[in-house]
């Protein structure tokens, strides 16, 4: 098998655990401008949803994802987690980004302003770390252009994660010697690694930790990172080195709108790697993406007590223009 045909190429989503599901709609539609793309359930509890939100197709890189369950208790963010997950953003555009954030009762702050990297940390409604980082570095991804966000400041996509880890050198052997990317700088406890180029979507940030609290995965943390492949065939591919070379991997599993694999790496996050295809306009139009509760063929014959168990969410009209709200 030939390394360059199956390493992956960035990220493909993020997917972490909120609370309220109407709440969750709100920051990441009206807040950070995302498009909700799909409303569905979680399949392995087809009693919570799980919201996909992201460009205006939700393509590959461009994706975080939640699964909301109400009540759940706070997690806690800390070793063997991705403790932040960052989206790109234009040059110059972090001002608008505190101004906007601010009015709708956020908190926003600028962690870091080099010349190269601009960084902007806020946390979502159930303390979720999310930076916006505004770089120098090209970025041609298209924004979905919301009626909120003027294209000229929006999201183009994923930049990166942080990795908080006790041992970063277990981590770092795998995501280079396993997964094919390279060490682009080390500074201090942080080690920049990257795929390719090591454009926006591309780049894992390794924290070594032994002050940081053991995470705790609910509510307000992320569950697990997935990275992109183009296709099954790949995904088995790769599932196969990774086996060989020692790794405990799941078998692939059917996501409806990608195939997956999972595995945890030695610090204790968890991997995903999913195939691009067949997307999400796999079972609605382009034009319809997230306005109703879609669910895959095995799950159909019982939509009636799926749709009596999940609360009613309110999609604000400009996620879907041209239609009304949901």
Known sequence: MTRSTVSPVGFHHVTAIAGDPQKNVD?????????????????????????????????????????????????????????????????????WWVSHLERLGFAPRITSNGSDEERLLV????????????????????????????????????????????????????????????????????????WGDGLPGAIIDVVGSGLSPEGLTAGGAVHHIAFRVPDQATQMAWREELVSRGHRVTEILDRNYFTSIYFREPGGVLYEIATDTPGFDVDEPLLELGRSLKLPPWLEPNREMIEARVAPLSVPGFNNPGGNAA
């Open 27 to 95: 920051f990441y539609l009206t807040g950070l401008g995302l498009r909700l793309v799909k409303k569905t359930v979680n399949f392995d509890d087809p009693g919570t949803y799980h919201l996909y939100y992201g460009d205006e197709s939700g393509r590959p890189g461009s994706l975080i994802t939640f699964f909301p369950w109400r009540g759940i208790q706070q997690g806690v963010v800390g070793a063997g987690q991705a403790t932040q997950t960052a989206f790109s953003v234009p040059a110059g555009s972090l001002g």
């Open 123 to 194: 946390l979502d409604p159930d303390g979720l770390q999310i930076e916006l980082v505004a770089t120098n570095a090209s970025d041609p991804r298209d924004p979905w252009d919301s009626s909120l966000h003027p294209a000229e400041i929006a999201i183009r996509g994923q930049h990166s994660s942080v990795l908080t880890v006790r041992d970063p050198d277990k981590t770092i052997e795998l995501l280079t010697s396993d997964l094919g990317m390279h060490v682009v700088s080390a500074a201090g406890n942080r080690t920049r690694l990257a």
